[in-house]
Nanobody, 122 residues
C-alpha cells in the first residue's frame, strides 16, 4: 500500500522559515512528478511547486524566489524549503506524487498526503 507522509508544518512568525518533507512509503512503484499544493480556508487548493523526475521545477508566482522544491530519489522524498514566509502563506499544505508500477496496475496514478498545517502569524 502506498502512503505519502508529510512532516514539518507548524507556527512561524512572518519572515521566518519552515521546511516540509514528504516521504512515499510502500513498494512496487516508481515516482514521476512530485509536488506541493496548499489550501487556505475558503479557497481552492492551488499548486505551490512541482518537480519532475528529471528535476525540472515550476512554482506559483506568489512563492517564486522564496520557496524551493527538491527531491531525494533514493529516499522517495520531496522537500519544500519555505523562506520569508508571509501571513498569506497560511494554509494546509498537501504533498502529491504521480506513481506508476505494479501497485498501480501500470497506470499513472496520483496520490495525496494527509496535509500539514502551516500558520504564519506574529
Amino acid at each position: 500500500q502506498v502512503q505519502l507522509v508529510e512532516s514539518g508544518g507548524g507556527l512561524v512568525q512572518p519572515g521566518g522559515s519552515l521546511r516540509l518533507s514528504c516521504a512515499a512509503s510502500g513498494s512496487g512503484f516508481s515516482i514521476n512528478a512530485m509536488g506541493w499544493y496548499r489550501q487556505a480556508p475558503g479557497k481552492q487548493r492551488e499548486l505551490v511547486a512541482r518537480i519532475t523526475s528529471g528535476v525540472s521545477t515550476n512554482y506559483a508566482e506568489s512563492v517564486k524566489g522564496r520557496f524551493t522544491i527538491s527531491r531525494d530519489n533514493a529516499k522517495n522524498t520531496v522537500y519544500l524549503q519555505m523562506n520569508s514566509l508571509k501571513p498569506e502563506d497560511t494554509a494546509v499544505y498537501y504533498c502529491n506524487a504521480d506513481l506508476i508500477g505494479p501497485v498501480t496496475g501500470w497506470a499513472l496514478r496520483s496520490y495525496w498526503g494527509q496535509g500539514t498545517q502551516v500558520t504564519v502569524s506574529s
